[in-house]
């Protein structure tokens, strides 16, 4: 079954400064990565996802990029602020079901 | 805005109690999940659901059931909890088109 590593457990940034988060999956049938925000106390919510078919998407200071060869996808988030402080989770989707990585704090200091 | 709503924030429950936690969603979404989360593990999925009386067992249906009587209404059983179902539970829901809509999670606690 499929596999999805999350790198790293804990990150630490000045504000301003970039993050990325890395994961890798294991299956290539995997066809749509999701990142996810958890805020403390809450569910997550979807920040930004990508289909196996593209290489990189924007929104304003976040990006993901798709490496399919490879098998891992990242997440980058630029000029960092302390509201970016969370818990993100990347995941794969395939043959109707989920997996996850086992998340990323990333703690933004201002 | 799809709206999954978990009934309770938080439960204390005793070791041997049949646990009940209901998750609601007003989009009428096809698919509804409850998944587990740990510091380390990230999310496990307990079980889920296609359709109204339709239920698949995910990775870690051990010690749990679940009902799907209505379409909006998905409930996850814990039978008899043990200390270790001690655990944030997580329901979600989404129609055809993956990406999850999460509820805000039911912090349960069994003593």
């Known amino acids: 079954g499929e596999n999805v590593e999350q790198h790293p457990s804990t990150l630490s940034v000045q504000e301003g400064d970039s993050a990325v988060i890395k994961c890798t999956y294991s299956?290539?049938?995997?066809?749509?990565f999701p990142w996810y925000k958890q805020e403390l106390g809450k569910g997550p919510q979807l920040i930004i996802d990508?289909?196996?078919?593209?290489g990189e998407k924007k929104d304003q200071r976040i990006a993901v990029t798709l490496n399919k060869t490879a098998k891992h996808f990242s997440l980058h988030i630029t000029e960092t602020q302390p509201e970016d402080s969370a818990v993100y989770f990347c995941?794969?989707?395939?043959?109707?079901?989920?997996?996850f990585g086992s998340g990323t704090k990333l703690n933004v200091k201002p | 805005d799809v709206k999954v709503t978990q009934s309770s924030r938080y439960l204390v429950k005793r070791t041997g109690e049949k646990v009940f936690l209901e998750c609601v969603q007003d989009?009428?979404?096809?698919?509804m999940f409850w998944y587990r989360q740990d510091p380390g593990l990230g999310l496990r999925l307990i079980y889920f659901?296609?359709?109204?009386?339709?239920?698949e067992k995910g990775d870690i249906p051990e010690g749990y059931s679940v009902s799907r009587e209505k379409k909006e209404r998905f409930s996850l059983i814990l039978e008899s909890a043990s200390t270790n179902q001690t655990s944030m539970y997580l329901c979600?829901?989404?129609?055809?088109?993956?990406?999850?809509?999460f509820g805000s999670g039911t912090r349960l606690t069994v003593v």
């Open positions: 979600a829901s989404s129609f055809e088109d993956p990406g999850y809509t």
């Open positions: 989009m009428d979404h096809e698919n």
């Open positions: 990508i289909r196996s078919n593209v």
């Open positions: 659901s296609y359709d109204v009386k339709m239920k």
């Open positions: 299956d290539s049938a995997s066809n749509y």
């Open positions: 995941a794969s989707y395939n043959f109707n079901k989920f997996y």
